[in-house]
């Protein structure tokens, strides 16, 4: 039903001066003659002057007032109840011919969902981050707030379906005539459309639109992760809620560190004689440098760890560590005077070291040391 108050945008217990007022500016505005290149002009004027007839009439408003639109044109076929279909289905659950009046259905849809991708550094995890994320969406038609209808317009009776929201069609077959029914394109099954489609989105109430928001990520999630954000995804059709957004997390190799789950695990390279005697070291951490204690006689592969130094926890419940791969380096060229501390340390441990020399070269050597 037409809301002949919104249509000349006053208040319902407006003056019949302050109607007249109201009608005179809008007509001036909407004539025909005013808009030449507005096909939709003569529709606008034609509903603001039904509007004004009855809000002008008090008779005729106070039966818009009592029953809607259809009282105010009085009588009982037009107002009140409706049609008979309406009164056999009121009183008798009913009606006698053929098939029961279809109610329109709501006309609210809920948005579409939509996904991006966020790519993050390992240390827009360790903080979390507000990170922007460009969004190619749908959103509410400023023009007509949603409505789909041209300002000053309202929602009709469907002309397709003739608010019924169903279109019918019938075929002949070998058992008889078979009825189906389809939902009215042109009114999406709500069985009402606008009279004057909104100009800038044609009706639909919903525009494209390229926009950009922030989304706040939490500290702690892992590559791979998806986050729902609800009610940043497409808006509603004609007040529906808005679909949710959908972020997928995908974080950036790091050169230094890797993760497992809530440890990070980086690799140390330690020279043989502080893997031997033990050292204190400084390692990177992604907060800066740490001292990290590396124990006499650590072996090749060992691992250590720094307590609460990974990465944060999703709960909040402190992070995790890093652990750190001890590599021992091995020289591979040694001068003189370093090979002769070798070999004195090999002498000490009683450990044969070297291998056999063939042939004059053993000789040599055995002669040289007087065997």
């Known amino acids: 039903m037409p809301d002949y108050y919104a249509i000349l945008g006053v208040q319902r217990d407006a003056a019949p001066d302050d109607i007249k007022r109201a009608y005179r ?17 003569e529709d606008r004027f034609k509903q603001i002057s039904e509007a004004y007839n009855v809000l002008s ?20 076929g037009a107002g009140g109840f409706g049609d008979l279909g309406d009164i056999l289905e009121t009183f008798f659950g009913g009606s006698p011919f053929g098939r029961q009046r279809t109610r329109p259905r709501t006309s609210a849809v809920a948005g579409q969902d939509i996904g991006v991708t966020a790519v993050l550094t390992l240390d827009d995890v360790l903080t979390g981050v507000a990170h922007e994320v460009q969004l190619d969406t749908v959103g509410v038609c400023e023009r007509c707030a949603g409505d789909g209808c041209e300002p000053g317009t309202f929602r009709g009776r469907c002309g397709r379906c003739g608010g019924q929201g169903e279109i019918r069609a019938s075929r002949q077959t070998i058992l008889g005539t078979v009825v189906t029914s389809r939902p009215c394109a042109t009114c999406e099954g709500t069985g009402e459309a606008p009279t004057v489609p909104c100009t800038q989105c044609r009706g639909t109430g919903r525009t494209r639109t390229a926009r950009t928001d922030k989304v706040d990520i939490p500290p702690g999630v892992a590559d791979g992760m998806t986050l729902r954000v609800r009610g940043r995804g497409e808006a509603g059709v004609r007040g529906g809620p808005d679909g949710d957004l959908y972020v997928q997390i995908r974080v950036e190799p790091h050169e230094i560190f890797e993760r497992d789950g809530d440890d990070l695990a980086c690799e140390l390279s330690v020279p043989l004689t502080q893997a031997v005697l033990g050292a204190d070291v400084t390692v990177a951490t992604l907060v800066g440098e740490e001292r990290l204690p590396i124990p006499p006689g650590t072996q090749h592969g060992a691992v250590l760890r720094l307590k609460a130094h990974g990465m944060p926890r999703l709960d909040g419940r402190g992070r995790g560590d890093l652990r750190v791969h001890v590599s021992v380096e091995i020289p591979k060229k040694i001068s ?36």
Do not use: C, M
């Open 25 to 41: 500016k809008l007509a001036r505005e909407s004539h025909p003659d005013a808009n030449p290149d507005d096909p939709h002009a």
């Open 57 to 76: 009439d008090p008779a005729a408003r106070q039966r818009y007032d009592t029953f809607g639109d259809a009282g105010a044109a009085g009588g009982f």
């Open 336 to 371: 003189a005077d370093e090979r002769r501390i070798f070999e004195e340390l090999a002498e000490v441990r009683g450990e044969e070291v070297g291998g056999e020399v063939p042939g004059i070269f053993r000789r040599i050597r055995d002669t040289l040391r007087g065997s």
